[in-house]
């Protein structure tokens, strides 16, 4: 639209086309770009993948996969896929959702592969199918934040974007941040990204290669370590929702 189209009013106007337009661009520049950075993950990583897949099926008793189902963007609903690091319905007994050190949920082969972050590997596959984006807010598990329709504000913006294999928060700190954290970051990265598009991603990406080799952050601080693993959870979860609904 040429200036001399644009009045007072119409600047608004021309302002919201544009806005509109950069993001229809950025968004296609960012399927294609997860498209082919998970294509090529995959190529390249397949023997570490099968490698992984055979190491955790002789590991222990159970499947090499770990489904879940997660909230990616608008709240929407889908199976996450991890190799499984844990024991078979480890979700159900001890600190639930939780990870602290020392877990004796954890395997021998589960424990490697969530220092190096191997485990996400799987979620490439995510990614080619749509349900999330290289990078972008981490996918949360559909009860860990209570009721998705009664979120408040902050929360729910971090479901603007697609759920990511890596984003914004992981690189400022991995397990070791708090929810009120994460949720800062993550509504940073929706902000910026607006600005910055892809070149945003790529430059999260990067970082995160730094945050995964240092192998800091892997376990979730309690909330009292006088505290069993057990009811710190309960604690921190509770928290966790009430944070969210405030």
């Known amino acids: 639209m040429r200036n001399e189209e644009c009045g007072a009013r119409p600047k608004a ?3 919201r086309r544009d806005a509109r337009m950069w993001k229809a661009v950025n968004d296609m520049v960012k399927r294609a770009f997860d498209i082919v950075s998970a294509v090529v993950a995959l190529i390249i990583l397949s023997p570490v993948m099968i490698a992984c897949a055979i190491w955790v099926r002789r590991d222990s008793e159970g499947p090499a996969l770990f489904k879940q189902d997660r909230l990616t963007k608008d709240g ?41 972050s191997l485990d ?24 860990e934040l209570g009721d ?17 294999l890596t984003g914004y928060a992981q ?9 009120d954290k994460k949720v800062d970051f993550d509504n940073r990265y929706i902000d910026l990204y607006r ?16 945050s995964v080799f240092s192998h800091h952050d892997i376990y979730e601080n309690k909330v009292d370590d006088d505290l069993s693993d057990n009811i710190s959870a309960e604690q921190a979860q509770a928290m966790v ?5 405030e």
Not at 241 to 245: N, R
Request: with cysteine; hydrophobic share 40%.
């Open 148 to 164: 998705f329709a009664t979120l408040n504000k902050r929360f729910r913006k971090r479901f603007e974007v697609k759920a990511g």
């Open 120 to 143: 996400e590997l799987p979620q490439l596959l995510n990614i080619l199918k749509g349900d999330m984006s290289v990078v972008g807010p981490r996918p949360c598990v559909v009860y």
């Open 76 to 116: 929407r609903v889908f199976k996450m896929l991890k190799f499984r690091s844990m024991v078979q319905n480890a979700e159900k007994s001890g600190a639930g959702l939780f990870n602290y050190e020392g877990d004796p949920r954890v395997t021998r082969c589960g424990r490697f592969l969530r220092e190096h």
């Open 195 to 210: 600005r910055w598009g892809v070149l945003l991603d790529l430059w999260i990406v990067i970082k995160t290669f730094t």
């Open 171 to 179: 690189i400022q700190g991995r397990n070791e941040l708090e929810w």
């Open 241 to 245: 929702i009430k944070m969210a609904h």
């Open 13 to 15: 106007a021309c302002y």
